[in-house]
């Protein structure tokens, strides 16, 4: 692909809150785009991007799927790779992975529901990756449909400066069209035709002050970040063409100034050209997104990368799925230069070679041969032995490593053992490769009782998974009950000598050092082992320090209260002694898991257990009940409003423990009416008294996570 031809390529995800319509958008793009022939639903299984059969079974989506197609726009024909992220809050690590390779994304919201929960979360995660975005209110043809006021929660509830550039002919059953704010002219879709046909016409009368109203606030918040545009503006804003206003609208749009609203009805085929005309016109192209910015391994010196097939290669690996048909497919967006089918490529993390013997063009999950992927576009590869998501892909002789993903750690976990012995093996092989895929679902094998615990994000994480085990993998489970993924903290400093001794005829054993220990520094953000070296005048050899850091950073994997691990700790070294035959690196190490256990013991050791951001909305009648069973929850109501179609929604912070089986509960109270979602929040420490209870049953449980 030519410097060219990579002005015309568009890398764009869409991602919203669940239920929001993405999959339905997706649908409509490959329809009108012409790389399918039949609109897939997702309410009837048949969606194309939606192809893992629990997806269908579920009507929701699980896993990213990505998929390349064209549209032609302004006599030019555009490449559009597109992936659909889900919008549960349980497979939030397909939307950052996604995120984190895309150079532009479509932020949908649903037109009753507004800006949810999950919406702010996939916010945050693409402002983390500077994402620049366009918003697109879906769903115009339902009851209580409103998009002015998606437009204003998008203000005041993301922060963010969303800038109309069409209005709605119409809401609910009403709706009909679209007034093109930019050409001033209004756009009706034929329902015939499944939407593929529209008319463009005059605006009606009855809408024209309205539009010219919205106009003129368009103008004048794209004309703050347009010098040239703001001259006009007040001079005379007649003067003002329709490319004057494209170019400013695409520049405010890439530094992420403004985000140009959108508005449409994905289900009932209107809107969605319009959508994929404005994708094209306002989101990056690899060259908007310019260089891609790295370290050298070697040197340790930051080096960057040009968006050019000329450039030397480097990729980013996003994802690993398994296939039944090719095996293992590893996705990943190439940076610069390219990757050739046969060719070898080069891993900084595993510093081995790896041979890419196929390569593919995705199209959800089936896969189109091709000999090359160059810079700016994404593919799948086959053939990669050992490979991790996140890993860099690159020349030999010219590496660099990119940044990788931060993914969140498991919040829940559940014990779990083949109903047949003979599947032992098959139960490992499936769980090596669920792992492998997915970075927020761990296995781990309980060593006191050699039960394998698997952790994940959520009860329906765990759920899809098991089930995946037993449809992809052909495993039947008997799992566990669900158990909270403690942590472990300390709460005060303190001072500690330890000395480690052992003589054994010939060479011996010595290590003695003195630490203090204790909670971390309120400005250490990053979490883990806050080490501080102040042994002055050689006491301790340098050598032996880096074995002390190690010592105390294999030591916090297990806590003293019940093995679960601590998140963060603050160790100096202030000085100690060696032996000048007796010391050694495994010396000191072993002394430093020594002291640290004895210093926790001392150091005001608290568990710490995971607490959720929940969100119910809820008919007014059925307020009190929820609250009541939110506080029998150790639940904190921080607050209470009023959505617009007269529900009322509930915020409150609850720890995981008590939410099992919550939407069941929910479910019973408000006879079916009320919905909620939950996030991750933080870990806070547990009173005394739940703490002695959650320590009881440690000590006589089997499935300790």
């Given at each position: 692909?030519?410097?060219?031809d990579l ?5 764009i995800?869409i991602m919203?809150?669940i239920?929001?319509?993405?999959t ?5 793009i490959l329809y009108?785009?012409?790389?399918t022939?039949?609109?897939g ?9 939606d192809?893992m059969?629990?997806?269908q079974?579920?009507?929701i989506?699980?896993?990213s799927?990505a998929?390349t197609?064209?549209?032609?726009y302004?006599?030019q024909m555009y490449k ?6 889900p ?5 939030t ?9 895309l150079?532009?994304a ?6 009753v529901?507004g ?11 693409a402002?983390?990756y ?13 009851s ?11 203000q005041?509830v993301l922060?963010?400066?969303p800038?109309p550039v069409?209005?709605p002919?119409?809401?609910e059953?009403?709706f ?5 704010l930019?050409?001033?002219?209004a756009?009706y ?7 593929a046909?529209?008319d ?14 919205w106009r003129?606030k368009?103008?004048e ?13 007040f ?5 003002i063409?329709e490319?004057d ?5 695409r520049?405010a ?5 403004i985000?140009?609203?959108?508005c449409?009805?994905?289900?009932k085929n ?7 005309d ?9 060259v908007?997104?310019g ?5 050298n391994p070697e040197?340790?010196?930051?080096e960057d ?12 690996a996003f994802k690993?799925?398994t ?8 996705f ?7 990757i ?5 490529i ?10 890419v013997s196929?390569?593919?063009q995705?199209?959800?999950n089936?896969q189109n041969?091709?000999?090359?992927i160059?810079?700016?576009?994404i ?7 050992d490979?991790?998501?996140g ?8 590496p ?5 993903m931060?993914f969140?750690e ?7 053992e083949p109903k047949?012995?003979k599947?032992?093996d098959?139960?490992g092989t499936?769980?090596a490769k669920?792992?492998?895929?997915d970075?927020?679902?761990t296995?781990?094998?309980n ?8 952790s ?11 089930e995946?085990?037993?449809?992809e993998?052909?495993?039947?489970c ?7 993924n403690?942590k472990e903290?300390i709460?005060?400093?303190?001072d ?13 054993k010595?290590?003695?050092i ?11 953000t990053l979490g ?6 102040e ?7 340098k ?34 002694s ?5 010391s050694?690196?495994l010396?000191?190490e072993i002394?430093a898991?020594q002291?640290y256990?004895?210093a926790?013991?001392?150091a ?10 929940l969100?119910?909305?809820t008919?007014e ?7 009541g069973d939110?506080?029998k929850r150790?639940?904190q ?10 529900a009322?929604?509930?915020k409150?912070?609850v720890p ?5 089986g919550?939407?069941t509960s929910?479910r019973?109270?408000s006879?079916?009416r009320?919905t909620s979602s939950?996030?991750y929040s ?6 005394s008294s739940i703490?002695?209870?959650?320590l009881?049953?440690?000590d006589?449980?089997v499935?300790l996570?």
């Amino acid at each position: 692909m030519s410097q060219k031809d990579l002005h015309f390529t568009r890398n764009i995800g869409i991602m919203a809150h669940i239920d929001a319509g993405k999959t339905t958008t997706s649908e409509r793009i490959l329809y009108y785009t012409g790389l399918t022939h039949k609109i897939g639903e997702t309410h009837d299984g048949s969606a194309t991007m939606d192809w893992m059969q629990q997806e269908q079974d579920r009507g929701i989506t699980i896993t990213s799927a990505a998929t390349t197609t064209f549209w032609k726009y302004d006599n030019q024909m555009y490449k559009i790779n597109l992936i659909d992220t889900p919008g549960h809050v349980d497979f939030t690590v397909e939307v950052e992975r996604s995120l984190r390779v895309l150079d532009g994304a479509v932020a949908t919201y649903c037109a009753v529901g507004g800006v949810e929960p999950q919406s702010e979360t996939v916010w945050r995660q693409a402002d983390k990756y500077n994402v620049p975005r366009i918003g697109y209110v879906n769903k115009m043809d339902r009851s209580g449909a409103n998009f002015f006021e998606v437009v204003r929660q998008m203000q005041t509830v993301l922060g963010s400066n969303p800038c109309p550039v069409v209005i709605p002919i119409g809401a609910e059953e009403t709706f009909v069209g679209l007034v093109d704010l930019i050409k001033m002219k209004a756009i009706y879709w034929h329902d015939e035709t499944m939407g593929a046909d529209f008319d463009v016409a005059e605006i009606p009368a009855d809408l024209m002050d309205e539009a010219q109203e919205w106009r003129d606030k368009m103008l004048e918040n794209v004309s703050s970040f347009d010098e040239a545009l703001m001259e006009k503006y007040f001079e005379d804003p007649s003067t003002i063409t329709e490319e004057d206003l494209m170019r400013a609208l695409r520049a405010a749009t890439l530094t992420m100034d403004i985000v140009p609203m959108l508005c449409g009805s994905s289900f009932k085929n209107k809107g969605v050209q319009t959508l994929l005309d404005y994708a094209c016109a306002f989101l990056p192209s690899p060259v908007d997104t310019g260089t891609i910015v790295g370290t050298n391994p070697e040197t340790g010196e930051e080096e960057d990368r040009q968006p050019s097939e000329s450039e030397k290669t480097c990729a980013l690996a996003f994802k690993i799925a398994t296939d039944p048909y090719v095996g293992r497919l590893t996705f990943f967006r190439v940076y610069s230069g390219k990757i050739a089918a046969g060719s070898y490529i080069y891993n900084t993390r595993s510093d081995k070679k790896e041979r890419v013997s196929r390569l593919f063009q995705m199209h959800s999950n089936k896969q189109n041969p091709v000999d090359v992927i160059g810079a700016g576009d994404i593919g799948a590869g086959v053939g990669f032995k050992d490979i991790h998501t996140g890993d860099t892909l690159c020349d030999e002789d010219f590496p660099i490593v990119l940044e990788s993903m931060d993914f969140p750690e498991p919040v829940i976990g559940i014990a779990i053992e083949p109903k047949t012995q003979k599947d032992m093996d098959k139960l490992g092989t499936g769980l090596a490769k669920l792992s492998e895929e997915d970075p927020t679902f761990t296995v781990k094998t309980n060593e006191e009782t050699g039960q394998t615990v698997i952790s994940g994000m959520g009860e329906l994480h765990l759920e899809v998974l098991i089930e995946r085990l037993r449809t992809e993998f052909k495993v039947e489970c008997n799992q566990g009950r669900p158990q909270v993924n403690y942590k472990e903290a300390i709460t005060k400093t303190v001072d500690l000598r330890e000395t480690y001794k052992k003589q054994t005829g010939g060479r011996g054993k010595f290590a003695d050092i003195i630490v203090k220990m204790g909670p971390v520094d309120e400005d250490f953000t990053l979490g883990g082992l806050q080490f501080v070296d102040e042994v002055k005048g050689g006491n301790i050899p340098k050598e032996f320090i880096p074995s002390v850091q190690k010592g105390f950073q294999t030591a916090m994997k297990n806590g003293v209260l019940a093995g679960y691990p601590l998140d963060s700790l603050k160790v100096v070294l202030t000085d100690g002694s060696f032996h000048p035959v007796d010391s050694d690196q495994l010396s000191f190490e072993i002394c430093a898991m020594q002291a640290y256990r004895k210093a926790s013991a001392q150091a005001g050791p608290v568990l710490m257990e995971p607490i959720m951001r929940l969100e119910v909305v809820t008919p007014e009648e059925n307020m009190g009940d929820i609250i009541g069973d939110l506080n029998k929850r150790r639940g904190q109501v921080e607050g209470m409003e009023s959505s617009r179609s007269g529900a009322r929604i509930v915020k409150a912070l609850v720890p995981l423990a008590e939410m099992f089986g919550y939407v069941t509960s929910l479910r019973t109270i408000s006879s079916g009416r009320a919905t909620s979602s939950m996030v991750y929040s933080h870990h806070a420490a547990l009173s005394s008294s739940i703490a002695k209870q959650v320590l009881e049953e440690c000590d006589g449980r089997v499935d300790l996570v």
